[in-house]
């Protein structure tokens, strides 16, 4: 279900226009700001990298693992990556602006099951409860939440410097069904 770019920022534009009136932006300017997110988001220099990222994913490429990027972004995911510096740790990058399906979708994840359906064992590591965590459980994939914590999380840690900690010590992954949407308090 790719469209192009153009496509989903205009698809996207009349949404953010009204979240810019619905707080008191004038309309004019709600629309000429609504089309000025794009520029903004995508095009931003401010991206940065958590300290730990390259050096958490040098360190599981070593180890054999292969990367897959389940994102729920903007169409220029790969752009920022490229300006990143990081587009070459991964195999393939599933971006929800492409594939129509953004995380908790069922569907997000059995892409990646789909692309990785040769491999040993299939984690993922997320900030989200819900998005990366209860999602991936509700497909059969375990999940190490990263940067916060949550009684539902079976895995958890502080940073990703922990991350291939916790694969070694997990090399049969238990998968627990977290129910997405049962608790209104996560974050």
Known sequence: MFKTA?????????????AFAAVGVETSLAKRMG???????????QWRLYDDI?????QLFRASWTHL???????????????????????????????????????????????????????????????????????GIPGILVRKHHADAMYQCDGLSQVNQILEREPQPKVTDVSIGQRTDWQ
Not at 9 to 14: A, F, G, K, M, V
Not at 54 to 58: K, Q, S, V, Y
Not at 116 to 121: K, M, Q, R, T, Y
Request: aromatic share 8%; charged share 20%; proline share 4%.
């Open 69 to 139: 990027l389940l994102s729920n972004h903007v169409p220029e995911l790969s752009e920022i990556l490229d300006r990143l510096q990081i587009n070459t740790f991964f195999a393939q990058v599933f971006n929800s602006a492409e594939t129509g399906y953004e995380k908790p979708h069922l569907k997000a994840y059995q892409a990646v099951l789909e692309a990785a359906e040769d491999a040993e064992s299939v984690w993922i590591v997320g900030d989200s409860v819900i998005a990366a965590i209860a999602g991936a459980a509700a497909a």
């Open 54 to 58: 390259i050096p958490a994913l040098t």
């Open 6 to 18: 153009d496509q989903w920022w205009n698809e996207l534009s009349p949404i953010v226009e009204k």
């Open 35 to 45: 089309r000025e997110v794009r520029v903004a988001y995508a095009g931003a220099k």
